[in-house]
């Protein structure tokens, strides 16, 4: 479409006595073009200046689109010598000025549009400038080892457009802020500081070129200053030494610039591969609230600097850095992609329009607020453009008089000064309405009125590893008030406040979960409700702190996905981890996260005992699929691909019978088919039998090594074909052979739970088949209830019930009601894994009434409910008064009972029924049924 055809808006005439060679020149286009030319020539002098020098190229760009226009002036600038290069820029700048402001002014490009058009020469007029020069010192021999076409990615160097370059977002007169470096591994350590000293030569050439004003005018003003350490550093520096200043130096200023940093010039693979290194330093792991404060100091700081603050006056205020500015839309939402992007990558858009409507979608700005904030921006900007305009000064300041002001609303289109005025503040004022809650931080209240012993427990705070920081005390004081406030509030406030003290102590470190705090009041209920609540977990979270993270950042509230996509959602975070011990810490972040919503819903009763069990043991299966192929391709890596077809890991036990409780282990075997290869193919191959036992212990290793974020799980392989003398891992015909021929019953009782949780699909169905043949071999017979009798009795003689509300040890409890269900399974060599339908199972085959069995049933839900529980709220034995009153209310509440002693009742009467049916079934004759 034609440029006329497009235009929408048009700037009044401010100076009329420019227009009339305007007209005179430009006669031959369309009425509504001259209209546009002669508003813009009356009030911009310089785009004025611009259309009487380029009035022959104007007149056929304002022929055809403006797209092929600009295509047309940047075909011009490629492939030229340096002593040509310089010339033909500044052709091209002049020519896009012009065409960038005619279609802004007439509204024939959006705002994204214009900022683009400007971009794309910064980066055409960079790459260019770059390859010329360096192609100049490779002629002269002064790039040690480099050839001709090394010119062509500028042999190593690369051109970082950081600020609004980065972001294709260049204002009218804007400088180009650029980080510039040289990828030193191109390079022989000998020949580093030669080819340095080369490029250094290149980088100044290349400002020179862009930045100095001759007779044809200038390209884009440079600044090379938001490189590492600028007040020290050449103007291009190596990318190992930028890595080293960022990871032992770098600020939060500087994590923000680099939210819109982009290799656009040079050797953009090399400047890509950086950036990518860089991304843990900019894209935090967890949460990061405390770039807020960092942002608002910065805002702070600008505004002392210029001398911005104060209410706002139209006559001379900055645009860009004043209050209601376009830099408080700007850190407005990179400060929200610091905080979130981390854990998100959909939030690291490097441009503000799209950047708020990323954080809209995910909820981290409220939709209207996104759309609002994007209009105002886009509204700004152009009210900068159009500062610009009138001279191509690099300013931001509204005028300081009427007169200037009532050029800029002319320019605008408006013929009402007075009402453009009071639209431009409300703007402002409405920008500043928007943005400053976010950053300004909260008054420090008072503390409320507390006892001589709380206040004793909070003055002891201080002296916590947690507070030993300014910053975190400064923090803190803003949240503590209503920290205590909510205390306070709950069902026991000396016992909540003695858990919270003691979770605080357990911390060790402040900042950023005391932001957090201060950014999400609501997290502090949370906080209360554990600390009064559940000790057990209060404790958990003060290890794992950074767990608060998944609880604001979406989701948490959410339906429970389910192994499968659990288990996508980590192979992805794992996938885009280029190491194996991040891919292990990657894992570890993510269960925690997972395991402490498991307890939260558990905890405020979202879900029951039985659900929780459930979505534990699921969690620890999508670990377990996650996880095995990277611990396989790790030691691929260093014996080679698995001989043969592999291997399967089985989940045994109770992560078998998919009911583990917060505080589980995991009991594991695994399965191997060599199929035959006698060893493996690597740089150090090994024996299949030493390959897979080897690969075994890699993958409980991966599990349980304590690394600074814990254990993923204890791990428990004693279930293995031959106990703790057998090989950690078992050949397919072994497993089969033993199970056939010498296993004991204790261990085809352990495989009625057995199922496959990792690992070939098709060697999992195999050892399916071959379980279900083993149980359908060792069904009868009367040993069965015999072995189980005396293996009960060994249970009970090696390990007494742990106090008295001990629910899972000891007789009629919940080790003995599975230790029956797994030998009714076996019995009825019936395939089901879970207790409740083992149960169902051996009703089914007549092994005991359906009295019995919904009795047992009753029990068994009873028990788990309270052994779930007290998982949840203690790492220790259940002990009604440690737990305090909230973790009490909460066992009483999930047992259905009315208080402590119709629970400890109701617990002795399903124990003694369970127990009595127990003794009759396994001292029964097996053709006898206990009804």
């Keep these: 479409m034609t440029f006329a055809a497009r235009l929408t808006r048009s700037p009044i005439p401010y100076e009329d006595t420019r227009t009339a060679e305007v007209q005179a020149r430009f006669a031959a286009q369309p009425p509504e073009i001259r209209a546009l030319l002669d508003g813009t020539a009356g009030c911009s002098p310089y785009l004025a200046g611009l259309m009487e020098r380029e009035a022959d190229w104007l007149d056929a760009a304002l022929a055809g ?131 340095r000293a080369s490029f250094i030569r290149v980088v100044r050439r290349m400002t020179a070129m862009l930045s100095d004003l001759t007779a044809e005018g200038y390209v884009f003003r440079t600044d090379l200053r938001l490189r590492p350490d600028a007040s020290v550093t050449p103007v291009c520096i190596s990318m190992a030494a930028a890595e080293q200043y960022y990871e032992a130096q770098g600020r939060t200023w500087e994590r923000a610039a680099f939210i819109k940093a982009r290799a656009c010039a040079g050797d953009i693979t090399a400047g890509e591969r950086f950036l990518k290194t860089l991304t843990p330093f900019v894209w935090r792991r967890h949460l990061d609230f405390a770039a807020i404060q960092d942002a608002h100091d910065m805002r702070l700081r600008i505004r002392d600097h210029k001398g911005l603050h104060g209410p706002i006056v139209l006559e001379g205020h900055n645009m860009k850095l004043g209050v209601g500015g376009i830099r408080e839309i700007e850190f407005f939402t990179q400060t929200r992609q610091l905080i979130a992007g981390g854990r998100d990558p959909d939030l690291r858009d490097r441009r503000t329009v799209q950047g708020l409507a990323a954080l809209a979608a995910k909820g981290w700005v409220p939709s209207a607020d996104a759309a609002e904030l994007t209009d105002l921006y886009r509204a700004h900007r152009e009210v900068e453009h159009r500062i610009q305009m009138v001279g191509d000064a690099q300013t931001h300041d509204l005028p300081t008089n009427a007169e200037g002001i009532d050029r800029l609303a002319r320019m605008m289109g408006e013929g009402d000064t007075a009402r453009w005025r009071e639209g431009l503040r409300a703007r402002l004022m409405r920008v500043s309405e928007l943005t400053e809650g976010f950053f300004a931080p909260g008054e420090t209240g008072d503390l409320p009125e507390m006892s001589a012993e709380a206040r004793a427990i909070v003055e002891g705070w201080r002296g916590y590893p947690a507070l030993r920081s300014e910053r975190a005390v400064t923090i803190f004081k803003r949240v503590q008030p209503e920290i205590l406030r909510r205390l306070d509030r709950a069902a026991n406030p000396d016992e909540a406040l003695r858990q919270f003290d003691g979770f605080l102590s357990g911390l060790p470190a402040g900042v950023q979960l005391f932001s957090l705090f201060d950014a999400n009041p609501q997290l502090i209920d949370l906080i209360v409700d554990i600390c009064s609540t559940a000790p057990g977990l209060a404790a958990y979270l003060s290890r794992n702190s950074a767990v608060l993270d998944a609880v604001i950042g979406g989701g948490f509230f959410s339906e429970w996905p389910g192994t499968g996509a659990l288990a996508e959602e980590l192979a992805g975070k794992l996938a885009e981890v280029p190491d194996y011990e991040g891919k292990l810490t990657t894992a570890r972040h993510w269960q925690r996260e997972w395991h402490f919503r498991i307890g939260v819903h558990h905890l405020r009763g979202l879900i029951d005992a039985a659900q929780a069990g459930r979505e534990y043991a699921d969690l620890a299966g999508a670990v377990l699929q996650a996880l095995w192929p990277a611990v396989v391709a790790d030691f691929s890596a260093k014996h080679g691909t698995p001989p043969g077809r592999g291997a399967v890991v089985l989940g045994m036990g109770s992560l078998g019978a998919e009911r583990l409780n917060a505080a589980s282990d995991l009991d594991l075997i695994v399965v191997y088919d060599a199929a035959g290869v006698e060893a493996s193919e690597g740089k150090r191959p090994l024996a299949a039998r030493a390959y897979y036992a080897r690969l075994t212990q890699a993958l409980v290793t991966g599990l349980s090594a304590p690394m600074a ?223």
């Design 65 to 195: 689109a403006p797209e092929d226009a600009l295509a047309g002036v940047l075909a011009a600038t490629e492939g030229l010598a340096s002593d040509a290069l310089g010339a033909a820029l500044r052709q091209a700048k002049r020519r896009v000025a012009l065409l960038a402001g005619l279609c802004d002014l007439g509204g024939v490009w959006r705002l994204e549009e214009v900022t683009g058009a400007l971009t794309t020469l910064a980066d055409r007029a960079t790459h260019a400038a770059l390859v010329a020069l360096t192609a100049d010192e490779i002629r002269r021999g002064k790039v040690p080892g480099a050839a001709a076409e090394d010119a062509e990615t500028a042999a190593g160097i690369v051109a970082l457009a950081m600020g609004k370059m980065g972001a294709g977002e260049l204002n009218y007169s804007s400088d180009i802020d650029l980080i510039c470096l040289f990828d030193e591994t191109r390079y022989d350590p000998d020949d580093a500081q030669e080819a």
């Design 709 to 931: 974020e814990g254990r993923l799980y204890e791990v428990d392989m004693r279930l293995r074909p031959s106990g703790r003398q057998g090989p950690v891992a078992t050949s397919l015909s072994s497993f089969e052979s033993y199970q056939m021929d010498e296993a004991w019953t204790w261990e085809h009782l352990a495989l009625t739970r057995a199922r496959a949780v990792a690992g070939d699909a098709a060697l999992a169905e195999e050892i399916e088949a071959i379980r279900q043949k083993v149980l359908a071999a060792k069904s009868t017979g009367d040993a069965i209830l015999t072995d189980t009798a005396e293996m009960r009795a060994r249970i009970f003689a090696a390990k007494a019930p742990d106090g008295e509300w001990e629910a899972k040890i000891g007789p009629g409890r919940l080790q003995d009601i599975e230790l029956l269900a797994q030998s009714s399974a076996l019995r009825a060599a019936a395939p089901v894994r879970r207790v409740e339908q083992q149960l169902r199972a051996g009703k089914a085959a007549g092994h005991y009434g359906a009295a019995a069995e919904q009795a047992l049933q009753s029990a068994y839900r009873f028990l788990w409910r309270l052994q779930a529980g007290g998982r949840l709220l203690s790492e220790r034995p259940l002990d009604m008064e440690a737990i305090g009153e909230g973790g009490r209310a909460f066992l009483l509440r999930e047992t259905d009972a009315s208080e402590l002693g119709d629970l400890a009742s109701r617990l002795a009467g399903h124990v003694a029924k369970a127990e009595e049916i127990m003794a009759a079934i396994l001292g029964a004759p097996s053709d006898g049924a206990v009804q």
